[in-house]
């Protein structure tokens, strides 16, 4: 009867090895960065991953060490076998369910499942269409064969263990079951330090997807949901007055003023102003900032025609951080985002309410829900005159999974703005580039894969701003506009970039219309620069105040050090003229810095992220 006693290292040996087969499966549909790495990088994956697998396998292992104390007392009428049976299969079909979905989302985002998804849930219909590009046959595959190889190994390893409780005394086998149980704390915490574990305990790679990899998925997306609405200060690593001295070069004009020679665009100070978002327009298919060629004709038009930036960045990786970067100049934050939070974009500087202080009559424009992420009420509280969004339109009309496509919405903007009270501001949001990048004109583009039906999707979205400047070029408002194109965010897309790549960061931002001057057209500026300072240029342009937007700069006027700054998942990228520079807030070290890049920018890029964080948290 003794061998009844096997149970509880079996069961935690059980879901130990179940864990290390999902982390397998994860290298496996990720072989293309699984294969370039070393074999000793390959062992610390499952090596410096197993503290963090063994602190899941506590946690999911107390239900069924209870359960056994429960059936010691209570004795042959307790079913125990079913009830660890029943446990085990739902839980373990609901790791089964995150890891293949995890597998997916890492690919599209770049980091493992955590509490992101969650924000979507008011909007199902757009997390559908979000997935509607993933490979479900693969991954139904994935799942089945996860699951098989989790009931193979618990029948293997746990299913023959015999759990009845007679002869054995009831009191002894429950105190047994209790050390059992109270042993479980070890590995829990993972281990006797002072500190319970962490992801920094398991990264130990200058690789991010290695450590990436290394992380147990159920612990990753538990500890998310557990802190997401904990903001805590994590980001302090200098005073505060070393890290004001620091950031201040990043905002400090070489000039007390302006040289009004270069620095005004416009012909007239009251333009009506449109401003154009475009959903993931990445640098990287836009050839008038070194992209590929052919992709967005109308907007390298624009581009010839207006003011170019060429060295511009988001400040992050989704569209709501693009939203809150370009429309209130406002820093993304690692691993969160303040869109979640009204009582704190409530406190937030916005374009919209700038301009409405002096007349101007203001509409977004959307044709997907705007409920998604959270946007509405970050808009609301801006105070937009008008929103539409995807129910504004009628049901034949929502010809996309997201919504509208993007030649109707167009074809709305049109329309509303010949009877638009002037000066306006209209914001208009493209959605047909995004994912599952569904078009409803013929490819241009040969291909199957996702990255041609990225660029196919990418082209249809300039067809259909070519198909709008062709109209709004006949309108009287037309010659005292001004036309703002800039991406919401880039893409990994072509080209797969990692979730820190500055080249998935990388970004146009257009300045045209009839309200630019004649010398202004052509411009190119040089002038290295983020989301976050767009909201400062339009307005030093419109001779409106600047001051409350405190984290944005004229990129007109140049400054002591241009910089710009980004976050991904839980990490920055800071660049500056000297080059990048990449560090990683949870193993809180460098991940590459470029030849040229001294220490300082380190600090610098650290200081950076410690006040607009704080900036964050006071709000």
Partial sequence: MKNRFQFQWRYFLFWLAYFVVAKALFLLYHFSKTAPLPATTLAGI???????????????????????????????????????????????????????????????????????????????????????????????????????VGVLLYNRIVGKIPLSPSGFGRGRAALAGLLYTALLVVPLRGGLQQIPVNQSDVYFSAVPFANHAAVNLPWNVANSVRLRDKNTDRYRFLPD??????????????????????????????????????????????????????????????????????????????????????????????????????????????????????????????????????????????????????????????????????HVLFERVLHDLESQPQPFFSTIFTLSSHEPFEIPIARKFKGTDETALFRNSVYYTDWALGRFLHEARRQPWYDNTLLVLVA?????????????????????????????????????VSALGSQTDVAATLLAQLQLPTAPYRWSRDLLRPVLQPSAFYCYTDGFGFITPAGLLLFDNISRREISRDAAVPATQLQQGQAYEQLTYADYLAK
């Avoid at 007390?256 to 270069?262: I, N």
């Avoid at 880039?490 to 960061?505: I, R, T, Y």
Wanted: charged residues 15%.
């Fill in 488 to 524: 919401d965010h880039g893409h990994q897309l072509p080209g797969d970039n990692s979730v820190e790549d500055p080249a998935k960061f990388r970004i146009p931002l257009v300045l045209a219309g009839g309200a630019l001057r004649p010398e202004a057209r052509g411009r190119v």
């Fill in 46 to 148: 499952f090596g410096y991953g197993l503290r963090l697998d063994a602190s899941t396998t506590a946690y999911l292992s107390v239900v069924p060490f209870i359960l056994f104390i429960l059936a010691s007392l209570i004795g042959a009428r307790f079913p125990l076998g079913p009830l660890v049976r029943s446990y085990t299969a739902v839980v373990g079909l609901l790791v089964a369910l995150l890891s293949v979905a995890d597998l997916e989302l890492y690919r599209v985002w770049g980091f493992r499942l955590d509490a992101t998804p969650l924000q979507y849930l008011s909007s199902p219909a757009e997390m559908a269409a979000s997935a509607g590009s993933a490979p479900l046959l693969a991954l139904g595959l994935a799942l089945v064969g996860l699951v098989t």
């Fill in 241 to 406: 007055s070393t890290a004001a001295r620091l950031v201040r070069p990043l905002y400090t004009y070489t000039q007390p003023a302006p040289d009004s020679t270069t620095h005004i665009l416009l012909r007239s100070k009251r333009p009506n102003v449109v401003f154009i978002i475009l959903e993931s327009f990445t640098s990287k298919l836009v050839g008038s900032v070194g992209g590929e060629v052919g992709v967005t004709p109308n907007l390298d038009s624009l581009a010839r025609t207006g003011v170019l930036f060429s060295n511009m960045y988001a400040a992050g990786d989704r569209s709501q951080k693009g939203l809150v970067a370009l429309l209130s100049g406002f820093p993304n934050q690692p691993n969160n985002s303040i869109i979640k939070y009204p009582r704190k974009t409530e406190q937030l500087a916005h374009l919209c309410q700038s301009l409405k202080q002096v007349g101007y009559s203001s509409h977004y424009y959307y044709g997907g829900e705007l409920a998604f992420a959270n946007m509405k009420s970050y808009l609301v509280t801006a105070g937009y005159d008008n929103l539409t969004e995807r129910d504004d339109f009628p049901k034949s009309q929502q010809n996309s999974k997201w919504g509208a496509h993007d």
